[in-house]
C-alpha cells in the first residue's frame, strides 16, 4: 500500500483533534488528581473550569490525595496479581493435538526464555506506570521495542495525551500513532541513514 508522509500527518491531525474535543479536557483534570507531579495534557490550569471552580478544585487537589493513593494501591494489585516479578505468571502449550513430550519441552523452554528476558529488560518497572495510566484513565499505550545495540527487550508505557487510537468497524482498535521528539543524539542512534551535517547537531546537548 502506497501512503504518502503527508496523508499520515493529515490522519493524525484529525485524530487528535478528535481526542482533544472528547476526553483532553477530562484526562487533564484526572491527571492533576491521580499524578503528583506530570506533563499536562492541555494547556492552562484546570482545563475545562472557570476562575472559581478552578481555585476549589487546586484546593480540594492539595487537601485530599484519596485518588492519588486508591491508584497507587491499584497499580500494585495489579502488579502483585497479573504480572508478578519473579514468578512464572504466564506460559506457553502446544495445542492439544500435539502429544509428544518432546513438543511440550519446546514450548516449556519458550516460556523459560521469554520470563528470563522480561526480567532482564525494564518490564516490570515500565508495567508499574502502564497500570497507573489504566487505573486513572482507563487506557494505556504500552509500546515493546527491541534494542539492537543492547541486544534486549525494552518498554515504554507512552504517555496519555502523546498517542491517538483509531478503531474497525467492529470497534476493535487497529491504529495506534503516536507523538513524540528527538534530541539530534537520538534520531542519529535511531535511523540508520543520515545526513553527515546532521550527524554533527548530534554532538549539541538538548538539541532537538
Known amino acids: 500500500m502506497n501512503v504518502k508522509a503527508e496523508d499520515i500527518i493529515d490522519r493524525m491531525g484529525k485524530l487528535e483533534s478528535r481526542r482533544s474535543s ?26 475545562g473550569l472557570d476562575d472559581q471552580q478552578g481555585e476549589r478544585y487546586e484546593l480540594d487537589k492539595m487537601l485530599d490525595n484519596t485518588a492519588m493513593y486508591s491508584n ?6 495489579q502488579m502483585s496479581h497479573i504480572t508478578p516479578a519473579g514468578q512464572v505468571w504466564c506460559s506457553y502449550e502446544p495445542p492439544h493435538r500435539f502429544k509428544e513430550q518432546e513438543i511440550k519441552d519446546w ?10 528476558m522480561l526480567a532482564a529488560s525494564n518490564f516490570y ?46 470497534g ?33 546537548p538538548n538539541d532537538k
Not at 514450548?107 to 528470563?116: G, P
Request: hydrophobic share 30%; net charge negative; charged share 30%.
Open 22 to 47: 472528547q476526553v483532553d479536557s477530562m484526562y487533564e483534570q484526572v491527571r492533576k488528581v491521580c499524578y503528583t507531579s506530570s506533563e499536562t495534557i492541555t494547556a492552562g490550569s484546570s482545563s
Open 125 to 170: 518497572s515500565a508495567s508499574q506506570e502502564c497500570y497507573l495510566d489504566r487505573g486513572a484513565f482507563g487506557i494505556s499505550c504500552f509500546f515493546p521495542d527491541w534494542s539492537e545495540d543492547k541486544q534486549k527487550l525494552i518498554f515504554r508505557e507512552e504517555p496519555v495525551g502523546s498517542y491517538v487510537l483509531d478503531e474497525d468497524y467492529t
Open 107 to 116: 514450548y516449556e523452554e519458550c516460556t523459560q526464555i521469554t520470563h528470563r
Open 172 to 204: 476493535m482498535v487497529d491504529t495506534v500513532r503516536r507523538r513524540y521528539t528527538l534530541t539530534a543524539r537520538q534520531a542519529v542512534q535511531m535511523l540508520e541513514k543520515v545526513p553527515q551535517e546532521n550527524r554533527a547537531e548530534a554532538e549539541k
Open 72 to 77: 497507587i494501591i491499584l497499580a500494585n494489585g
